[in-house]
């Protein structure tokens, strides 16, 4: 049966950081909060812009596209500047932004290069941070809104492949507290949300993603979750419905976070042992 919406977002406006392409979650995200009444702008890097496909998206939706390198500050306080003119202030943020050039150039983690490694925290995490900030100063947030970034559990364990966002996405979680303490008092909501992977053009980039999917996918009791599953998540978040939920790190991954292993993952293994006695 076809979702036709709840009217969980009917009169919210908001900005969706970092849709690229139609598998892209934020880009899921984008169609479940218009489907829930919500009014958006959608914001990418230029360079995302360029390869991505995000004016099939601004049609579907009608949001207006408003370029922002979030590692920049003037790039920041325009783009809000040019939010406001379109939707005055707004209710919700979405964060799907990360990018490793040391993962992109296959650079191991005990041989980073440092300023690789800084444009990852820059733009991963530090850019969170730096949107509040700027939105604040610009009393763009409106009183019991919510703000969301993607995570991935790589902030608790260790993914080997997934390199330097371990930290990027680390130091995400934490901003995410320290600025929800912050703006609490204004009911105001900062959360982070754990995706198990996906298939996204960004995830399956990631070395060892099949594998890392795969192994996440077996273990989950109920299995990865989709990006529209997951958009439906979002919108939850972004809804009065969740006015008292923040600073936290909420996992949206079929129970893979509290699973030890499952019974066919250790049939699995035993088979494979099996066949190379």
């Given at each position: 049966m076809t979702n036709t919406g709840y009217g969980l977002l009917k009169g919210k406006k908001g900005i969706i950081f970092g849709a690229l392409?139609?598998?892209?979650?934020?880009?899921?995200?984008?169609?479940?909060?218009?489907?829930?009444?919500?009014?958006?702008?959608?914001s990418n890097a230029p360079i995302a812009l360029r390869l991505g496909a995000l004016n099939a998206l601004s049609e579907e939706t009608g949001a207006k596209i408003i370029?922002?390198?979030?590692?920049?500050?003037?790039?920041?306080?325009?783009?809000?500047?040019?939010t406001r003119e379109e939707l005055g202030s707004v209710d919700f943020i979405l964060h799907a932004i990360g990018m490793s050039p040391n993962i992109r150039k296959k650079k191991e983690y005990n041989d980073l290069n440092y300023n690789w490694f800084s444009q990852t925290l820059?733009?991963?995490a530090i850019s969170l941070h730096r949107i509040l900030n700027h939105a604040e100063k610009a009393n763009m947030l409106n009183d019991g809104g919510s703000v969301?970034?993607?995570?991935?559990?790589?902030?608790?364990r260790i993914f080997s492949k997934y390199s330097d966002m371990n930290d990027a996405k680390a130091l995400l979680e934490s901003?995410?507290?320290?600025?929800?303490?912050?703006?609490?008092?204004?009911?105001?909501?900062?959360?982070t949300v754990s995706q198990a992977p996906t298939k996204t053009s960004a995830g399956?980039?990631?070395?060892?993603?099949?594998?890392?999917?795969?192994?996440?996918?077996?273990?989950?009791?109920?299995g990865n979750p989709t990006a529209d599953e997951c958009a439906d998540?979002?919108?939850?978040?972004?809804?009065?419905?969740t006015r008292k939920v923040t600073m936290q790190n909420l996992y949206h991954d079929g129970g893979f976070v509290t699973s030890g292993i499952s019974e066919e993952m250790i049939d699995a293994l035993l088979k494979l042992y099996a066949d190379e006695e």
């Open positions: 392409d139609e598998r892209s979650i934020a880009w899921r995200i984008a169609l479940a909060c218009k489907r829930e009444g919500a009014d958006f702008v959608l370029p922002c390198d979030v590692s920049s500050d003037d790039e920041v306080q325009e783009l809000m500047n040019q820059d733009i991963s969301v970034a993607l995570s991935y559990i790589g902030a608790q901003i995410a507290r320290n600025y929800g303490s912050r703006l609490a008092d204004r009911g105001i909501r900062v959360n399956t980039g990631i070395k060892g993603f099949d594998g890392m999917y795969t192994f996440a996918d077996k273990i989950a009791p109920m998540y979002c919108v939850t978040l972004f809804s009065d419905l």
